[in-house]
């Protein structure tokens, strides 16, 4: 999601006193705008000019909401990237006749899937289509079939609520996918709706956070780890079940999504994230309350998976390298400093790590692991099978 940048003058002037900009409400030659949460930066003087760089935590394009007006929405629509090789949907349908020299095209949207994760919030995957003509005479035409998902409530919702079931469910999308994907564009709706049609109102949202990268990420077939038609008969179930966890397993569940992520290219820390993420799945969601040591707790959490294993003692092995790797790295202690594993060794020791946690977050929402491990060439890679 790229970040705008604007340029305002306030009148009357800004003066030395200190007023409140923590709301900037404004309009720009095309809509109204409002930035929320807004926080000084650089002040720059030349002359009798005066300039002065804010930070807004949101962008609200389409509205100026009063300085103590509360912003909330009836729904969220946002898009996130390579949610068409997710869904796997097209509905383009093209037919050449040799014989008489006619090529046809057609175009029918797909309907919409609709998952109702509650009795007052509605999840639907809706699809648009663009198309473009050359100028006269025709000669080139195009037809882009594009995909997004609305989250839809019965009552207001902050801008919170639905930033967080966005990230929630593009890391859903990143999983399936094996890939680091983020949101393109968010659109929120300030009213509700009328006899189940559109929404009336909308308004672009920008948030800080979430930047999109310049390098779109690759999507390869043979790392896919599901798609919508693989589970499209229990879509509901996975979808509910994900959120549910990852609302009581939010921190483990983000620290292995950053270390999946394009941002971080340090091993070392990447592997520490992951240590922690593990250490908090096992403590909060595999053995609830348990306090063992961590060559113990990644010993236990691994034996589920041993399929990616040769034998128990290639679990030992692992589990001692990835503890005493841990410990080094997080103290320093030099004593350790023999146990742990080399430079050469740390990134497929971290990729193991990754797999296993992939592995149980597929498992707590029903897919099957097994039949992946068997299939999939990217993750007997990470397993080193």
């Known amino acids: 999601m790229q970040t705008p940048e604007m340029m305002f003058t ?16 404004g309009h720009t030659l095309r809509s109204p705008v409002t930035l929320d949460g807004c926080i000084q930066g650089d002040v720059t003087v030349a002359g009798d000019t005066k300039k002065i760089t804010y930070r807004s935590n949101y962008t609200y394009f389409g509205h100026r909401y009063s300085k103590n007006e509360e912003i909330s ?11 068409d090789q997710w869904l796997w949907i097209s509905g383009i349908e093209s037919e050449r006749d040799i014989e008489n020299n006619t090529l046809s095209i057609n175009y029918r949207q797909p309907d919409d899937i609709t998952v109702n994760l509650n009795d007052d919030t509605e999840l639907r995957f809706g699809f648009d289509m663009q198309l473009s003509n050359s100028n006269l005479p025709v000669t080139e035409s195009t037809i882009i079939q594009s995909s997004y998902i609305n989250f839809i409530c019965n009552k207001p919702e902050s801008i919170e609520y639905f930033q967080n079931k966005a990230f929630q469910l593009c890391n859903f999308l990143s999983l399936a996918l094996d890939a680091s994907l983020t949101i393109c564009s968010m659109v929120g709706y ?13 308004v672009r949202v920008y948030f800080q956070g979430n930047t999109q990268s310049e390098i779109l990420p690759t999507v390869y077939r043979h790392n896919v780890l599901f798609q919508y038609p693989d589970i499209s008969d229990r879509l509901d179930s996975v979808l ?3 959120l549910e966890y990852y609302e009581s397993l939010e921190t483990a569940f983000n620290l292995y999504f950053l270390a999946s992520s394009r941002v971080i290219h340090y091993v070392d820390v990447k592997f520490l994230w992951l240590t922690q993420a593990l250490e908090i799945f096992y403590r909060d969601g595999f053995q609830k309350g348990s ?30 390298k990835a503890a005493h790797t841990r410990h080094y790295l997080t103290h320093h202690n030099l004593k350790r400093a023999s146990k742990k594993v080399d430079d050469r060794e740390l990134f497929p020791l971290k990729l193991k790590l990754q797999a ?11 897919i099957d692991t097994e039949s992946l491990i068997k299939h999939n060439s990217q993750l007997r890679h990470q397993l080193n099978l």
């Not at 060559?295 to 290639?314: A, G, Q, R, V």
């Not at 296993?356 to 029903?366: A, D, N, P, Q």
């Open 10 to 25: 306030f009148e009357p002037p800004l003066e030395s006193e200190p007023i409140d900009t923590s709301r900037i409400i």
């Open 73 to 83: 929405f009836y729904g969220m629509g946002f898009s996130v990237e390579e949610l």
């Open 190 to 202: 300030s009213s509700p709706r009328q006899n189940d049609s559109n929404f009336r109102e909308s």
């Open 240 to 242: 509910k079940k994900w």
């Open 291 to 320: 306090n063992h040591g961590y060559k113990k707790m990644i010993k236990m959490i691994s034996e589920p998976l041993l399929s990616c294993f040769c034998s128990n003692t290639d679990i030992d092995e692992f589990s001692a």
């Open 356 to 366: 296993i946690l992939k592995l149980h977050m597929l498992r707590l929402v029903g």
